[in-house]
Every structure is written in C-alpha cells, then in structure tokens.
C-alpha cells in the first residue's frame, strides 16, 4: 500500500522536479527544435517537452501513468498545437503500421519492461526513412567502477524511479532493432549524480 501511494501520489512530483535540471532541459532543446508534423511521444511525462517543438501540428503523448500526465495540463493548455492522450504502453502502440515520420523518447527507455519490444513497436509505426529522435542517460562505458555500481543499484532503482535501469545500452538496442543512427552524441549532463549522468543524443533512422 505505501508503495503503490509512494508511486501515485510522490514519485510524479520527484520526476517532475529532477527532470527539469537545467542541462536536461538543454538536451531537449538539442533534440527537439528540429522535429516537425505530427509526432509520437513515448513517454510524455509532464510535459516538459512542449515549449521545444516549434513546427508540429500534433504530439501524440503516450503516457500510462495518469498521475504523471495531469502535471503536464498547465503546459497542455498553453501549447500552439493539438496534444493527444494516448494511455497506452509503448510495447503495444495503438497506431497502424508505417503510420508515422518522428517519434520522440526522452529519459523513457530506461523504463520501458520490454526495451526490446518496444523498439520494434517504434519501428513497425514509422515510415521508412522516418526517424526516432533519443536521449537517454546510459551504460557508462568509459568508466568500468561507474559501470558496476549501475548494474549493482539498478534493482533498486527499479523500485525508487518506476522502472528505470541505469544500465541499458540504448545505442545498442537500437542497432540491434534495425535502425540506422544518423546521429549519436555522448555526453555527461551537469548535475546529474555520476551513476546516471552519461547520456545519450541519437537520431534513428528506419531504413527506406
């Protein structure tokens, strides 16, 4: 019972207030001002990606946990464009095949059960040449002491932050999906305590 009250009611404002770390809101910034159209969110949150699309028309936010999602309703409201709800998981996305040009993940697939499916879910709705728009904190692999305490921390972390692993390779994962990255960047997010601090900056990019 005080896990499940610790997940609805205290870990979204935790999420909330740790995602907006200054260096974080600056990896968005770098993801996000070229994406346009209609755009695939996995893993919305609160809404912290908003004021970083400049030129869509519609952001579909895949966002399970409704708790998450009603933090985001000020920057709802004031977004220029449509927001979607879609409460899905990412496993199982509700569009059709080769449906849409971006989808975009930030900070979600370190969480997600099932990375595997998940990529292929991802992949299966975008069109060839359409492209999945990543950050991600990640395996350290320059560091093999930081490395170990991920995976040593990363059962409890599952527990503390909704799933997240602090020792997934995300650059892997997505080669191994089929993807072709136009575009990788490494880089270690001020702030950000060491275990979790390496990130990630790719653009994937579906074969066509």
Not at 15 to 33: F, H, I, K, P, W
Not at 101 to 110: D, H
Request: proline residues 5%; glycine residues 6%.
């Amino acid at each position: 019972m005080l896990y499940t009250l610790y997940q609805k009611h205290i870990f979204p404002h935790l999420l909330n207030q740790v995602m907006q770390t200054a260096s974080l809101m600056d990896l968005r910034r770098e993801l996000l001002l070229g994406v346009s159209g209609e755009v695939l969110e996995i893993g919305f949150g609160t809404g912290l990606n908003l004021p970083f699309y400049q030129a869509v028309n519609t952001v579909y936010a895949l966002e399970p946990n409704q708790e998450v999602f009603n933090l985001g309703k000020d920057r709802i409201q004031a977004a220029p464009f449509q927001v979607e709800h879609i409460a899905a998981c990412a496993e199982a996305l509700p569009f059709d095949r080769e449906q849409l040009k971006n989808v975009v993940s930030t900070w979600t697939l370190c969480s997600v059960p099932n990375l595997s499916q998940c990529l292929q879910e991802i992949y299966r709705v975008l069109v060839p040449g359409g492209t999945l728009h990543v950050v991600e904190h990640v395996l350290n692999r320059q560091h093999l002491k930081v490395q170990r305490l991920q995976h040593v921390l990363t059962p409890i972390q599952k527990k503390v932050a909704d799933g997240c692993h602090l020792n997934r390779d995300i650059e892997l994962a997505l080669l191994e999906a089929g993807f072709v990255l136009d575009e990788v960047k490494y880089t270690d997010a001020a702030g950000i305590p060491s275990i979790g601090q390496r990130m990630l900056l790719a653009r994937a990019r579906k074969p066509g």
